[in-house]
């Protein structure tokens, strides 16, 4: 199944073909394998086959909790860069500027890095810091109403996944790319448009009003509706390596995954919230 997150696209570990995974173990198992010289003796293959099975930790293979605590860490150190980019809103530049490049290098590189998915989620944290603080000036309360739909929009969705009600398909994530490359298409036309002065509204022309409430609220929702599908996809890709057995380190990757998309639903309602109650 493609995956339209690129937290997960270049992992091994997520990959669509099995084989990629099989490949990278064999490859790292050979890197770290020692020479044995000589053979065992009957006593130690007879102690060895006595002992308990090895449990996922043992293996250091991937688990839901260990990713979870991953994901955790890198939403509590993102929040602290949010803290900051807060009270000091002209951060959100640097964090813009340096979280795409870190975003960029924690996408291409084969062999997670824990320490770049922090720093990525730290940057990106005075990024959003810096967003809400602007956002909040304009339009009291807004923050608060956009957290809050971004927990409801992760909860709902992450609950329907664990019951099995919602789940990816081919076709679905077909349409899903689709409208992800034609919503990338309206944005940047949307922000020449509003460079060059063509139009004069705050959202360029997410401005234009569309049966008495401005195009960018209607386009929020269907915005907000493919984030919560791409976070099904993410769940769905992190189901996948804990059931093949993936490394443990690739929990940091579906980690990195998860803020990205968060992330990006968090700013679109907040930006859904903002065109609506700027329009009053």
Known sequence: MAHSNPG???????????????KWQNAQAAARQPVVNGGMTAEQLQAMYNQPSASPVDTDRMTYEDTIAKTVGAFAVLLVGAAVGWFVPALAIVGGIVGFVLALVNIFKKRPSGALVLAYAGFEGLLVGGLSSYFEAAYDGIVVQAVLGTLG????????????????????????LVAMFGYLAFSLISFALQIFGVTKGQFGLRSIEFLGIPLGFWIGIVVVVLAAYSLVLD??????????????????????????????LYTEILRMLAILRGNN
Request: net charge positive; proline share 3%; glycine share 8%.
């Open 8 to 22: 997960f696209s270049q992992s091994p570990a997520f990959s669509n073909n099995s084989n990629d995974l099989v």
């Open 153 to 176: 929009v992760f909860g709902v969705t992450l609950a329907l996944f664990a019951s099995g009600k919602v789940r990816a398909s081919k076709r679905a994530t077909q349409i899903f």
């Open 235 to 264: 769940f769905t890709q992190i189901k996948v390596g804990v059931d093949r057995g993936a490394p443990r380190i690739f929990g940091w990757q579906a980690a990195f995954g998860l803020v990205v998309t968060i992330v990006w």
